[in-house]
């Protein structure tokens, strides 16, 4: 299979927003493996010396600015056959640092706890590629688990340009922190080819993500794009080796555990012989509910099952 790249720069990526009408910078086959590099933040939280920023960011900066508020992606990537209804796999090979540092910043009105801090506060950290971890100002070598906080495919036409920063049905703003290297993801499908991209590069982050960012990085990312015309999804779904990860995205809590709930039962039904009811029985008795972040206007939950517990049941 051919290998392709495509690398960050102000002809690759696109600042804020996704949109069903942005043309693809790489089209690639079904199957075929492609590298791709992402830069994060904004000309204001640059660190002043000391760290090395990589020339695509400076120049993102001097000839761009954002259509919405979000995140700079690289993409999109489109898979040649790949058709609107279809699903998108998306195999994440590898994930390499692609900066000496990241950031992190929380301030008021923002974050899990918007009326608790009054003044806004930007933190450096060093990364330490040898010893994959990361250094908090109070001596903590904090271990990193980079994985993308952004990817998605295309939104459907009829919702026009979109902000990167709440989830939804397409994928985006995810930060799942189990989608690191080795997961499968998959996104339902609203374009032809897809349109696939990635950004917000995150080293480290826990579940909730509470003051609104985690260590916020630039990555690199290798990635196998399949098509696949048998799966229909409503919303992404994922698969570590060891377990199935159902995803649903709303502002209301309560809603995003109903629809990660009932996409799980209807896998355990769809791979298994078992009925609703016993499906849902195995959740309740199996399956972990995690809040996914709650910070980015739609908030997250998803519900994880170990395969274990259903393989060779159909």
């Not at 990526?13 to 904004?42: C, K, M, N």
């Not at 994440?92 to 899990?112: E, F, Q, R, S, V």
């Not at 933190?123 to 952004?150: E, K, N, Q, S, Y």
Request: contains cysteine; hydrophobic residues 40%; aromatic residues 6%.
């Amino acid at each position: 299979m051919a290998q392709h790249r495509l690398d960050a720069a102000p002809q690759t990526v696109h600042w804020g927003y996704f949109d069903a009408q942005l043309a693809p910078r790489l089209t690639i086959a079904s199957g075929e493996s492609v590298t791709i590099s992402t830069v994060s933040g904004p000309p204001e939280v640059m660190p002043d010396a000391g760290f090395t920023i990589p020339d695509a960011l400076p120049a993102i900066h001097a000839t761009m600015t954002p259509r919405l508020p979000g995140h700079i992606c690289t993409g999109p990537v489109a898979v040649a056959g790949l058709r609107a209804g279809q699903v998108l796999e998306v195999r994440i090979d590898a994930i390499d640092l692609h900066y000496d540092w990241g950031y992190n910043t929380l301030g008021p009105l923002k974050g899990a706890l918007p009326d608790d801090f009054t003044e806004n506060r930007l933190m450096h950290i060093p990364l330490d590629r040898a010893r994959m971890t990361g250094r908090l100002p109070w001596g903590l070598d904090l271990p990193l688990a980079p994985f993308f906080g952004v990817m998605a495919v295309a939104p459907p036409p009829a919702w026009g340009a979109l902000s990167t920063l709440p989830p939804r049905r397409n994928g985006g703003n995810l930060d799942n922190k189990e989608l690191v290297a080795g997961t499968t993801l998959y996104l339902p499908c609203f374009v032809d080819g897809g349109n696939f991209s990635v950004g917000d590069g995150h080293g480290a982050q826990g579940d909730g993500e509470v003051c609104i960012t985690a260590i916020e990085t630039g990555l690199i990312g290798q990635f196998t794009l399949i098509a696949r015309p048998d799966m229909a999804l409503d919303w992404p779904m994922a698969e570590t080796p060891t377990h199935l990860i159902t995803m649903a995205f709303d502002p209301d809590l309560d809603d995003c555990v109903v629809i990660a709930l009932r996409q799980m039962i209807n896998e355990i039904t769809a791979r298994t012989g078992l009925s609703r009811e016993d499906a849902y029985t195995l959740c309740s008795l199996a399956a972990d509910l995690r809040i996914t972040q709650v910070v980015n206007g739609n908030k997250g939950v998803h519900c994880m099952l170990a395969k274990a517990l259903i393989e060779g049941s159909a």
